[in-house]
């Protein structure tokens, strides 16, 4: 089933109508290309590519007979063109219509996947610059660590999107290659010219050396960083899933007028669309498992990953290109609350500055572990008998002896821990 919230874009350029078009175009471009260089004459040329047409349904009604993709193409094609198509697909094999028109398609595909990433990037760097000084609570293991900045943690986002953008780019690098070399890449029936010629017009690179394939390299190269940038956006959706859950309630996805969130809880506004990215992930992840597989075949070729890619191109694309667009739709719309971040950062009594205080002490002479004993000794203090950190500090004598009272609040002052946030900022966002 194609999702709801993919644009048309992606489905139309791998629908038949797409994929077959991108056949033809290879064969008429071949075709040409045996005029100039060969011995088919121009005005067979002419006839093919004024009569040459589509027809869905015959070809698949050919194919119930033939088995076969490409044939029941050919004769289907053929038929329309009359006489003159005995100069279609010669001295070529199938898979030099097949991969080099999967080529031009991955082409596509990964060039619209580059666009929706660069309007994610956008969306992400509004965002940070937005909250660029918005306190918030930084966590590890799940637990308050010390405090930080939301624009902070958004502008990490923007740094591997931009990363993503890096991946995309080197696979559409990787994939956008053709082959016309033959039934196993010797081109012994065809002129090497021919491939060149059909590959240019593709806006596609011939491949160096083939079989009867493209070396499925290139393809699991296109899955593993679909997959990876998969990862990067379930990252951000596993982020915003924790900071939504009630005991937190820092952020919270948007939700639309009429949307509802649980057929049994009128009350519920839950996470979907970060969930789904997140389960969608998973997919991505499994399909690298079945492309690095589909590198090994059987001699020149067999068509073990035939069957997998059919349905692995097509969802691949279509699954990130939907997680894109509702990542896009999610941070738009966002809904931050520095309220509760306020609270959040609150509830641990200023604890959180202990690593700040612990430098104060070994600045003053006090060795690091019996600097760290003290301090600790501090923190448990004041969560245990609910009072803050500078009211445990002034009844230690241990503190009182080394820091004064202004010192202790200076280490305990939240702008404190922001003064390098500006810097990190003008790095990220050059």
């Known amino acids: 089933m194609i999702p709801r919230y993919s644009k048309p874009e992606m489905i139309e350029i791998w629908s038949d109508e797409n994929r077959f078009k991108k056949m033809l175009e290879v064969e008429i471009f071949a075709v040409e290309a045996m005029s100039k260089f060969c011995k088919v004459p121009q005005e067979a040329v002419d006839t093919i590519k004024r009569k040459a047409k589509i027809n869905i349904k015959r070809i698949n009604e050919i194919e119930l007979t033939v088995k076969h993709d490409v044939i029941s193409f050919l004769t289907a094609v053929s038929e329309t063109i009359g006489p003159d198509s005995r100069f279609l697909h010669l001295g070529m094999t199938s898979s030099d219509v097949l991969d080099t028109a999967t080529g031009a398609q991955l082409k596509q595909a990964t060039n619209l996947l580059i666009d929706e990433t660069k309007k994610l990037a956008v969306i992400i760097r509004e965002l940070a610059n937005k909250y660029k000084m918005t306190p918030v609570m930084g966590r590890t293991h799940g637990v308050h660590a010390e405090p930080m900045t939301f624009g902070l943690k958004v502008a990490s986002w923007y740094c591997e999107v931009l990363r993503s953008l890096d991946r995309l780019n080197f696979a559409l690098e990787t994939v956008s290659y053709g082959k016309v070399s033959g039934a196993v890449g010797t081109m012994a029936n065809l002129d090497p010219r021919i491939e060149e010629y059909v590959c240019q017009k593709m806006d596609l690179k011939a491949e160096s050396v083939s079989t009867?394939?493209?070396?499925?390299?290139?393809?699991?190269?296109?899955?593993?960083?679909?997959?990876?940038?998969?990862?990067?956006?379930?990252?951000?959706?596993?982020?915003?899933?924790?900071?939504?859950?009630?005991?937190?309630?820092?952020?919270?996805?948007?939700?639309?007028?009429?949307?509802?969130?649980?057929?049994?809880?009128?009350?519920?506004?839950?996470?979907?669309?970060?969930?789904?990215?997140?389960?969608?992930?998973?997919?991505?992840?499994?399909?690298?498992?079945?492309?690095?597989?589909?590198?090994?075949?059987?001699?020149?070729?067999?068509?073990?990953?035939?069957?997998?890619?059919?349905?692995?191109?097509?969802?691949?694309?279509?699954?990130?290109?939907?997680?894109?667009?509702?990542?896009?739709?999610?941070?738009?719309?966002?809904?931050?609350?520095?309220?509760?971040?306020?609270?959040?950062?609150?509830?641990?009594?200023?604890?959180?500055?202990?690593?700040?205080?612990?430098?104060?002490?070994?600045?003053?002479?006090?060795?690091?572990?019996?600097?760290?004993?003290?301090?600790?000794?501090?923190?448990?203090?004041?969560?245990?008998?609910?009072?803050?950190?500078?009211?445990?500090?002034?009844?230690?004598?241990?503190?009182?002896?080394?820091?004064?009272?202004?010192?202790?609040?200076?280490?305990?002052?939240?702008?404190?821990?922001?003064?390098?946030?500006?810097?990190?900022?003008?790095?990220?966002?050059?």
């Open 212 to 430: 009867q394939i493209i070396p499925r390299d290139r393809y699991s190269i296109y899955f593993s960083m679909l997959a990876h940038v998969g990862a990067v956006l379930e990252r951000i959706a596993m982020e915003i899933r924790h900071l939504q859950r009630t005991e937190l309630s820092e952020v919270e996805e948007p939700f639309t007028k009429g949307q509802k969130g649980s057929s049994a809880m009128p009350h519920k506004r839950n996470p979907i669309i970060s969930e789904n990215i997140c389960g969608l992930s998973r997919v991505l992840r499994g399909y690298t498992l079945t492309a690095m597989e589909n590198i090994a075949l059987w001699h020149e070729r067999d068509i073990s990953h035939s069957s997998t890619e059919r349905i692995m191109f097509p969802d691949a694309s279509i699954i990130l290109h939907y997680m894109l667009v509702r990542m896009q739709i999610l941070l738009s719309g966002l809904n931050v609350y520095p309220e509760n971040m306020q609270i959040n950062l609150d509830k641990t009594k200023n604890v959180i500055f202990s690593g700040t205080l612990l430098l104060s002490l070994v600045d003053k002479g006090i060795s690091r572990e019996n600097a760290y004993n003290i301090v600790q000794a501090v923190a448990f203090d004041a969560r245990d008998n609910k009072i803050t950190i500078e009211e445990a500090c002034l009844r230690n004598q241990d503190m009182k002896k080394n820091l004064t009272v202004e010192e202790i609040k200076r280490d305990c002052d939240i702008n404190s821990q922001f003064k390098n946030v500006d810097y990190i900022f003008k790095r990220v966002f050059k």
